[in-house]
């Protein structure tokens, strides 16, 4: 048995298998309903992937750095900042097997520095919204630094206070809330050169637009029978702490003078489980 770090235990029907690996999406120009949006970067080898849009579903953006909507972040605030933290990331798309990658890579300043690069959809507010990605590393962050994929809302709450973060820090996968680093459930370690299929859930426990998402879950390259038995879940003991009612944005943030390299694939955001993890336009 895995061991879990949570408050409360939330749990959920049984869901079916991940099929692992760095994979094309088949034709993703006809999404099914559940899935929101898909992207497999395939942009061609080396393309920078800043201000490209490809992939399908409910984008309503391009890929954007931070400095491009530094009002929503603070620690973007400083232009100068900001723009040295974008010199020292390359973010390209890569070949990787049949399919492509995100290649995203720690280059440079040897300072302490946040980057974020993300993407926003249209607004979901339902009860659950599964994301899932295939993630390879290439070099591990070092133990003052981190990656990870993020979720939040742009407003009106403050994002980088009340966001769902899934990735490596201090040698694990790990899911957490980002404004409180307690509130970590704690995966296996994260091996360089190997690949993960990296799935989050991030649910209300009480049903309804207006409600907060105050759940987590995640699973790393589970089976068909491991939704009752994720890597870690948890649940907030109050709406207090998580002021987030929807999602529209997702992204990737690394902090730290030495932030690693990573391949990212197939990333996926769905209504449910079943969906995300079969061929999507089946």
Known sequence: MKRHWHRKVISAGMLPALTLGFLPLTSICQLKADVLVAE????????EVEGLNGGDG????EW???????????ESNNAAAAAAARQATSLTSVKEGDGFALQIKDIGGGEESVRYFSREFSKYSGDRIFVAFDMQVLEAPDAESYFVLFLHERAPVTPTAYRLNIGVLNGNIVARYYHDPSNTVLGPPATAGENYRIVGEFLKSVPGEDSYFDGIRFWVNPKESDYLDPEGD?????QSDIRCKGVDTVGFLMRGAQAGAFKIGNLMLATTWDDLFKNPTQ
């Open 40 to 47: 497999d970067f395939s942009y061609g080898e080396g393309s």
């Open 234 to 238: 948890f649940a907030s003991d109050s």
């Open 58 to 61: 409910a984008w309503m953006s």
């Open 64 to 74: 954007k750095w931070a400095s491009e909507v530094a009002s929503e972040f603070a």
